[in-house]
């Protein structure tokens, strides 16, 4: 490269944890092309370093083994299906009593290295579990795929399966096992609202992207502010019937096939923890929730 990448996307930060330290916190560097610099003080023990905050399949396993010894009625972990390298695809299901419910999809980690979707699950779901969600929980059926692809986020890529495989965010995709597990989620829930959880490397803004531009509006005055972060939301509402079928999403088909509402954030991590992170999912998730029940 010859000339520096666009100030918003220069990796003039990384993600610290530690030893013994519960949350990341964000350190800033300098960038004299094309080097970055940073300076940490190490304390004896192991820390971690990241472009981003680590959540890898281990870190999801630890979680959804806490939700199963919490043993609650209202939660049942099931499988999506196998990955080609064999892992299960985990969804969580929360619903509570018997009777009619909306079929709720939430998608994170289509996208491996898109961490931030794993924090905002874990706090979209401590939300959903409380006393506040009751109502929610009595009316919906939620099924929460937290990781969709497990290899993806083991292997440490960015956007596929494997080197070769699957954008699992997209409709049409190569063949792949992760692929036809999501698919048959989508297509046994058939879901009245789906949220997909993503993260760009943005710093100043937070999108919120949906099939559905008036939903869009009402949801934006009830999105959290995110001003102490930095960032202001930018709507975008996509336009369903003129999406390519090579760009078709899991938003997109829903809101096709079903007649549903998709909605897609993406929460870049700069100047955020990983407890600010949970806290904005469970923010998120009241808001789309209180919107669609209007
Ligand atoms: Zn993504």
Not at 252 to 279: C, I, K, N, Q, T
Request: include cysteine; charged fraction near 30%.
């Amino acid at each position: 490269m010859s000339f520096p990448p666009h100030p918003r996307r220069v990796f003039d930060f990384l993600f610290v944890l530690p030893p013994g330290a519960e949350d990341w916190r964000m350190v800033s560097g300098e960038w004299d092309f094309p080097v970055g610099r940073f300076s940490l003080g190490v304390a004896p023990g192991e820390t971690w370093v990241g472009l981003q905050p680590r959540y890898n399949t281990a870190d999801l396993a630890g979680f959804i083994d806490g939700l199963r010894k919490r043993g609650r009625p209202d939660v049942a972990i099931r499988s999506a299906g196998k990955s080609r390298e064999g892992r299960e695809v985990p969804v969580v299901v929360v619903s509570e009593g018997a009777g009619a419910k909306q079929p709720v999809l939430i998608t994170a980690r289509m996208h491996p290295y898109e961490s931030a979707g794993s924090f905002a699950v874990e706090g979209m779901i401590k939300w959903l579990l409380g006393d506040d969600a009751c109502e929610f929980r009595r009316g919906h059926e939620f099924h929460i795929a937290a990781m969709v692809n497990v290899d993806g986020v083991h292997n440490g890529l960015s956007r596929l399966t494997d080197l070769r495989g699957a954008n699992v965010n997209r409709v049409h995709a190569v063949s792949d096992r992760t692929h036809d597990a999501i698919r048959a989620l989508v297509e046994e829930v058939r879901p009245r609202l789906v949220i997909d959880l993503h993260n760009f490397l943005e710093k100043a803004r937070d999108d919120a992207r949906s099939t559905d531009g008036e939903f869009l509006r009402r949801l934006a005055r009830r999105l959290p502010d995110q001003s102490r972060f930095g960032k202001r939301w930018r709507q975008i509402t996509w336009d369903v019937a003129k999406i390519s079928d090579e760009d078709i999403n899991w938003c997109h088909f829903v809101a096709r096939e079903y007649g549903g509402v998709g909605v897609m954030f993406e929460l870049p991590w700069f100047r955020r923890s990983g407890g600010d992170m949970r806290g904005l999912g469970a923010g998120i998730l009241q808001a789309v929730l209180r919107t669609h029940a209007e």
